[in-house]
Structures are given as C-alpha cells and as structure tokens.
C-alpha cells in the first residue's frame, strides 16, 4: 500500500490543509478532499477549486508519520492562519486506512477523548430542526406490527434486573487533567479559525 502527505491550497482563498492519504481509500491523492472539521467546512463554502501536492510518497507508515511530524512543525499548521488543521498531522491519526485495524490502547485513547463532550445549545437546535419530519417507515411498521408475548416481555425485565453493571476504572486527576486541556483546545482552535474565516 501506498501512503502519501499532501499539502492542499484552496486556489480561492488561499487556506491550506495538511493531510494523510492511503491507497485504497479513494481512488487517488488529488480526488481526496481531505477530513479536517474546519477544511470541510471551508471548501463546502468556497467549492472545491484546490491545488494538490505530495509532500511524500512511499510504502512505509513509520517514514510517512516522520515526514508528517517534520512538515507539522515547519508550517507550525496548528497557530498558523493559512492552515485548517485543528491538531498536528502525524500520519497515523485520522480516517481510517482500509483493512487496518486500531489496537486496544488505540482504542482506549480514542474512547477518552471523546467522552465528556457536550453539544452546544445552538448545536441541539441544529440536530432537533435536522430530525423533525424525518420517519423510519421500516421502524414504524415494524414496531404496530410486533406482539409482545408474556414470554418475551418475561425475559426483558429478568434481563434488566439481573444485568450487571459495568465497571470502569476511575480517571485519574492528572488523565482528567490532559484531557479537559486537550478538549478545550480543540474547540478553542476551532472557535478561533471559524471567527477569522467571517471576517
């Protein structure tokens, strides 16, 4: 497999993104149109008029995640106005590469930075205007035509009595730490760069 670091310039309005593509994901580096939160949004306002260039190209995870680190830094992508990134392009983070497979601890750091995130109220909004009139026909028909036997609503509530809790080990005041710092950020980097765009 093919890994390649591209450096894409909106030809509009200048804002570049720095991003990772795999082979087999899409068909190829210049069809990308990259994930970034802020990026998509950009492009979803001005059109998809970018440049392309591959900063790396080769079959090797650890030297695209190097040379990603490497550009990361130089172009400081993260302060730096012209670019959309959120958080640095290490080559590894990201969507997914077809036929990989994330590790436990992956996983767990993946699972961490996500918990405890709350939708705005304007957010809410959004989602309850997005969902209003929307039906599930095949839900709708299922649920009037379904019999709850004697049986079967027995089993539910001897399995809802009966489950056990899960059980999680306690963060630590320093892992909570890390990640409210880590959280407020983000959304820090994002408030910023969506206020510079409206100017």
């Not at 106005?81 to 497979?101: Q, S, T, Y």
């Not at 035509?145 to 999680?168: D, G, H, V």
């Not at 306690?170 to 990640?179: D, F, G, N, T």
Request: one cysteine or more; charged letters at 35%.
């Amino acid at each position: 497999m093919n890994y390649y670091l591209l450096l894409k310039t909106h030809n509009q309005t200048g804002l570049n993104y720095l991003c990772k593509f795999s082979e087999g994901v899409k068909k190829s580096p210049h069809k990308y149109k990259g994930s970034g939160k802020y990026w998509k949004r950009h492009i979803k306002k001005h059109g998809y008029d970018v440049e392309t260039k591959i900063l790396y190209q080769g079959q090797s995870e650890q030297e695209l995640s190097a040379c990603a680190i490497f550009w990361s830094n130089v172009y400081d992508v993260v302060k730096n106005k012209k670019f959309a990134n959120l958080i640095p392009e290490n080559g590894l983070d990201g969507g997914g590469v077809k036929g990989r497979k994330l590790s436990e601890e992956h996983k767990r750091k993946i699972s961490l930075y996500f918990k405890g995130r709350k939708h705005t109220e304007e957010t809410k909004e959004k989602i309850r205007l997005g969902h209003l009139n929307k039906k599930r026909p095949d839900l709708v028909i299922i649920n009037k035509s379904r019999i709850w036997t004697k049986e079967m609503r027995n089993k539910l509530s001897f399995y809802a009595k009966n489950r056990k809790p899960i059980k999680r080990k306690p963060l630590s005041l320093e892992v909570k730490a890390k990640i409210s710092m880590s959280v407020k950020q983000y959304y820090y980097n994002l408030d910023k760069k969506i206020e510079e765009s409206m100017k």
